[in-house]
């Protein structure tokens, strides 16, 4: 079988590495001449509203799915007229448009912050009055990793801000005082069925995610898979998808959701009997799931710009590198590594001897 993947990334070499086990073979399309995933595939490089190349992608692979939901809802409908595509080009227009995902989130039930969708600065203004301050004003789509967003403390933070971040559509939230931020890593067959993974915690800087731990009998795991089943069902899933919640008073409320694999999620590589990026590849090839269950205690944590010495990340115990072969960049996630063990307590240990590799 062979897969065509919308985006050429690391999420994309990380699928292929979990397929290529599984006979599969696979197609990037993504417009960089550096695509870290295009070692592990053919590269048609082009832009993803390239309809030449979208077709030429259609009529080689058996389907299609994509990386990233900064893929354009368009080009997903456009395959779709040639070659199965999941998830669905709607799950993605509404996935990737944070007003169409929170007014999702509130028709379903599900809880969120306080949200208005803002075309001006006048509904900035108005908004502000409404909700209050503290609150996030965020582009309602291509924001990720802090980028597309803005915190909003006070009057002379508001005046302007509109402008600043484009003059593009916006979703003003109010602000959450949560005391943690999890999430859940979901996949869907195309027959329906639905597995979960262990809810994870994660740390967040600069709005960038830095650490993840895979938690053991999370109390709020039930509601949050409740929660996340509602979505999958409404959009009628098909691949993984990640609901990332914020933990406030013993409850969930919905930050987002992202319509594919996901970097909260890449402890299941060695954490997992089934990692989330081969779970993905088998549900929307409809090959049976594999189990979510946990392998012991596992962590993940960033490499943010630069990776550190291959032999010094080695030397810490079941420590596993994922380097992606990009360029060093300020800010770029450039590989991770994964820690497990038997016991909390040296799970803890590990991390913090990661931590002292990025810090030092």
């Not at 912050?113 to 009055?129: K, Y």
């Not at 038997?342 to 810090?359: F, H, K």
Request: glycine letters at 10%; charged letters at 20%; a negative charge.
């Amino acid at each position: 079988m062979k897969i065509g993947v919308i985006g050429g990334g690391q999420l994309g070499r990380m699928l292929a590495l979990a397929g290529t086990p599984l006979g599969m073979n696979f197609a990037f399309l993504d417009p960089a001449p550096d695509a870290c995933a295009a070692p592990l595939g053919e590269h048609l490089r082009a832009d993803y509203g390239d309809q030449d190349h979208l077709r030429q992608l259609a009529d080689e692979v058996d389907l299609v799915t994509f990386e990233f939901e900064s893929v354009p809802a368009e080009t997903v409908a456009f395959l779709s007229q040639f070659v199965p595509v999941y998830p669905s080009a709607d799950a993605l227009r509404i996935a990737r448009d944070r007003w169409f995902e929170k007014s999702m989130f509130k028709d379903l039930g599900v809880p969120t912050p306080t949200f208005a969708d803002i075309q001006s600065q006048a509904d900035l203004d108005a908004a502000v009055a409404s909700i209050g301050l503290p609150a996030v004003l965020k582009t309602r789509t291509l924001g990720y990793d802090g980028k597309g967003q803005k915190v909003l403390r006070s009057a002379a933070d508001v005046a302007g801000t509109f402008a600043e971040l484009g003059s593009v559509p916006c979703l003003l939230e109010g602000f959450v005082p949560f005391t943690g931020e999890v999430s859940l890593i979901a996949v869907r067959a195309r027959d329906g069925e639905t597995r979960f993974y262990p809810l994870v915690h994660n740390t967040h800087e600069t709005g960038i995610l830095r650490l993840s731990v895979a938690s053991t009998a999370h109390p709020l795991q039930g509601l949050a898979e409740d929660y996340a089943g509602r979505v999958l069902e409404k959009l009628d899933y098909v691949g993984v998808l990640a609901f990332e919640f914020f933990e406030v008073d013993g409850g969930l409320k919905a930050n987002e959701i992202a319509p594919r694999v996901h970097n909260s999620g890449h402890w299941t590589i060695e954490g997992a009997e089934c990692s989330q990026f081969e779970n993905h590849l088998r549900a929307v090839a409809g090959l049976p799931l594999g189990s979510t269950a946990k392998v012991g205690e596992s962590a993940m944590l960033n490499f943010i710009g630069e990776v550190p010495s291959v032999a010094q990340v080695a030397a810490i115990d079941d420590c596993h590198l994922h380097h992606y072969g990009k360029a060093f960049k300020v800010g770029r996630k450039v590989g991770h590594a994964t820690v497990r063990s038997a016991d909390r307590a040296t799970l803890q240990r590990q991390i913090a001897e990661v931590q002292a590799l990025i810090e030092g």
